[in-house]
Structures are given as structure tokens and as C-alpha cells.
């Protein structure tokens, strides 16, 4: 799918992200245009979340983030990072979804599923009657395959892969232009992981919506990514198309990660070639 000369859904000038008087993030530079999908690599600890996480206002306690995120929503654009904090959180939900790594820890755990999935609604001004079919149906699309069972329960009455799932749900229910994903899959089995990839590669695929991947899985990358971002030091050093960049890597670190990830491939499977975990 290539997005032509279409306005990113995010563009993204020079995020710094600084903890503990260090920059973490340091001038990071990423477009994700329409109907695409951007998968973000980089090692553990790179600053993968932290950038993520500057986009939607949800840094950690003494991290503090600089730059430019433009947003466009269709009815305008809207810098992410600019002073319109009010803004942000209007757009959060609604324009922007966000799946964190952790998603058992995201979801409350005194209420149930179906509390969470009406009282996001409701926040949005969804009619009541319209709830309880409009959460079942988000459900079952981001793979789970009871959800009349799963709307009773709590979070820790769910299993990873389920908690994983429904933070999902969440996050897709008021249908955002972007859509972040935190390592969504991680604690997925590979049928599910699949098909659950799938799904979300086919919401945005050919549509005004941007998905942005972060994932150690290079095997994810190539397989559902339309493009590309690796993350070292603190900046994006390779980007572009996935089967480029990661076929052909043309900067070291990129290679090295690829070699890597080759590797452990090679490990599980006895010979070369195959899935890659960083
Ligand atoms: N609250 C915090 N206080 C201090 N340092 C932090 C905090 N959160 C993250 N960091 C540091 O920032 C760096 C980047 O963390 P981040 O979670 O963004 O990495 P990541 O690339 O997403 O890693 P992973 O793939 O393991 O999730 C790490 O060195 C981490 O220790």
C-alpha cells in the first residue's frame, strides 16, 4: 500500500525525551502516512515506549519531551507536543488509540471489561443502547472469540493474551486514525498473534488510518509492516520500506539487528532464516 503523496496521519520533527538530565530520545523523525503500517524496532531500553508515550502526554514522573508532533485528524492538525495539553487528551480516544506494553496494569482492576468498554463510550457521548453491541463487536474483532463470557470479568480473571486482547478492543473502539501498538502481541500464541495482526493490518491498509507497530519481533516487522523505523541512540537510523530495510540494511546497527535476530532464528529452528526476536 504506498501512500503517495498523501498528508502523514503523524509527522513527527525532532522528539527529545529527557529523564534524569539525560536525553533518551534524541531528535527522533517519523511520518506515518495514511493506510500504512509503521513498525518502530530498536533494542530493549532504546526509548521505543518513552517516545510512544511523549505522543499521547503519558510520560514518566521527571521525563519531559520537546519537539514537533503534527496530528492530522481529518478536521485539523494538532501538535501533540505543543502547549493545547487540554486538546491532547480530548483527541486520546477518539483520534488517537494507544495500547500500552503493559496491558493487564492499564485496565482497572475493580471493573469489569464490559465497565470499561461503556464508560469509554459513554466519555465519548456513545448512546447507552448502543454500548454493550457496539464493545461485544470490538471484542471479537481484536480476536476474542467468547466476549459474552469475557464482558463479566475482571482484568485479573484474564489471561495475558486475553488482557492483551481486550486493551486492544479498547483502544480500537472509537475507530483513531492512529492507532499505537506497544509490543500488542507479545503475549499472544502464534495462531492468535496472526490473526489479530492481520486484523489490524487490514483496518488500515487502503484507509485514512496509520498504525505504528512497536515490536522487537523483526519477523512482526516483515510480515505486517508496510515500513520500517529502527531506533539507536536515540534517533531513527534507518528508515523505509520493510523489505528494504529489512532485506538489505544498509546502516550497521540495522545489520547488526538483523544478524541478530537471524541468528536466534537459526537457534530455534536448528538451521538459518526465519522469525527474529531483538
Ligand atoms: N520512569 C523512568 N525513569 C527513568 N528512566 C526510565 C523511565 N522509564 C524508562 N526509562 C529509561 O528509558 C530508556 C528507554 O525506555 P523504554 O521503555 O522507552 O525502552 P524500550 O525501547 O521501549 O524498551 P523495551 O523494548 O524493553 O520495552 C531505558 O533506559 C529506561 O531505563
Given at each position: 500500500?504506498?501512500?503517495?503523496?498523501a498528508?502523514?496521519?503523524?509527522?513527527?520533527?525532532?522528539?527529545?525525551?529527557?529523564?534524569?538530565?539525560?536525553?533518551?530520545?534524541?531528535?527522533?523523525?517519523?511520518?506515518?502516512?495514511?493506510?500504512e503500517?509503521?513498525?518502530?524496532?530498536?533494542?530493549?531500553?532504546?526509548?521505543?515506549?518513552?517516545?510512544?508515550?511523549?505522543?499521547?502526554?503519558?510520560?514518566?514522573?521527571?521525563?519531559?519531551?520537546?519537539?514537533?508532533?503534527?496530528?492530522?485528524?481529518?478536521t485539523?492538525?494538532?501538535?501533540?507536543?505543543?502547549?493545547?495539553?487540554?486538546?491532547?487528551?480530548?483527541l486520546?480516544?477518539?483520534?488517537?488509540?494507544?495500547?500500552?506494553?503493559?496491558?493487564?496494569?492499564?485496565?482497572?482492576?475493580?471493573?469489569?471489561?464490559?465497565?470499561?468498554?461503556?464508560?469509554?463510550?459513554?466519555?465519548?457521548?456513545?448512546?447507552?443502547?448502543?454500548?454493550?453491541?457496539?464493545?461485544?463487536?470490538?471484542?471479537?474483532?481484536?480476536?476474542?472469540?467468547?466476549?459474552?463470557r469475557?464482558?463479566?470479568?475482571?482484568?485479573?480473571?484474564?489471561?495475558?493474551?486475553?488482557?492483551?486482547?481486550?486493551a486492544?478492543?479498547?483502544?480500537?473502539?472509537?475507530?483513531?486514525?492512529?492507532?499505537?501498538?506497544?509490543?500488542?502481541?507479545?503475549?499472544?500464541?502464534?495462531?492468535?498473534?496472526?490473526?489479530?495482526?492481520?486484523?489490524?493490518?487490514?483496518?488500515?491498509?487502503?484507509?485514512?488510518?496509520?498504525?505504528?507497530?512497536?515490536?522487537?519481533?523483526?519477523?512482526?516487522?516483515?510480515?505486517?509492516?508496510?515500513?520500517?523505523?529502527?531506533?539507536?541512540?536515540?534517533?531513527?537510523?534507518?528508515?523505509?520500506?520493510?523489505?528494504?530495510?529489512?532485506?538489505?540494511?544498509?546502516?550497521?546497527?540495522?545489520?547488526a539487528?538483523?544478524?541478530?535476530?537471524?541468528?536466534?532464528?537459526?537457534e530455534?529452528?536448528?538451521?538459518?532464516?526465519?522469525?527474529?526476536?531483538?
Amino acid at each position: 500500500m504506498t501512500a503517495g503523496l498523501a498528508l502523514p496521519v503523524l509527522d513527527v520533527t525532532g522528539l527529545a525525551v529527557r529523564v534524569g538530565g539525560r536525553d533518551i530520545v534524541a531528535g527522533l523523525d517519523l511520518r506515518l502516512p495514511p493506510g500504512e503500517v509503521t513498525a518502530l524496532v530498536g533494542r530493549s531500553g532504546s526509548g521505543k515506549s518513552l517516545s510512544a508515550r511523549a505522543l499521547i502526554g503519558l510520560l514518566p514522573d521527571g521525563a519531559r519531551a520537546r519537539g514537533t508532533a503534527l496530528l492530522g485528524t481529518g478536521t485539523g492538525v494538532h501538535d501533540l507536543l505543543g502547549p493545547a495539553g487540554h486538546r491532547l487528551r480530548a483527541l486520546r480516544g477518539a483520534a488517537i488509540g494507544y495500547v500500552f506494553q503493559e496491558s493487564q496494569a492499564s485496565l482497572n482492576p475493580t471493573v469489569t471489561v464490559g465497565t470499561h468498554v461503556r464508560e469509554t463510550l459513554a466519555a465519548h457521548g456513545i448512546a447507552r443502547a448502543m454500548r454493550r453491541a457496539r464493545g461485544l463487536a470490538a471484542l471479537s474483532e481484536a480476536g476474542i472469540e467468547d466476549p459474552e463470557r469475557l464482558w463479566a470479568a475482571r482484568p485479573f480473571e484474564l489471561s495475558g493474551g486475553q488482557a492483551q486482547r481486550v486493551a486492544l478492543a479498547l483502544a480500537c473502539l472509537l475507530d483513531p486514525r492512529l492507532l499505537i501498538a506497544d509490543e500488542v502481541t507479545s503475549a499472544l500464541d502464534p495462531v492468535t498473534q496472526a490473526r489479530v495482526l492481520d486484523l489490524l493490518r487490514d483496518r488500515t491498509a487502503g484507509t485514512g488510518r496509520a498504525l505504528l507497530l512497536i515490536t522487537h519481533d523483526l519477523a512482526v516487522a516483515g510480515r505486517w509492516a508496510d515500513r520500517v523505523a529502527v531506533l539507536d541512540g536515540g534517533r531513527i537510523v534507518e528508515s523505509g520500506p520493510a523489505a528494504e530495510v529489512l532485506g538489505a540494511p544498509v546502516h550497521p546497527f540495522t545489520a547488526a539487528l538483523v544478524r541478530a535476530g537471524a541468528g536466534r532464528a537459526a537457534e530455534r529452528h536448528g538451521a538459518g532464516g526465519g522469525a527474529a526476536d531483538l
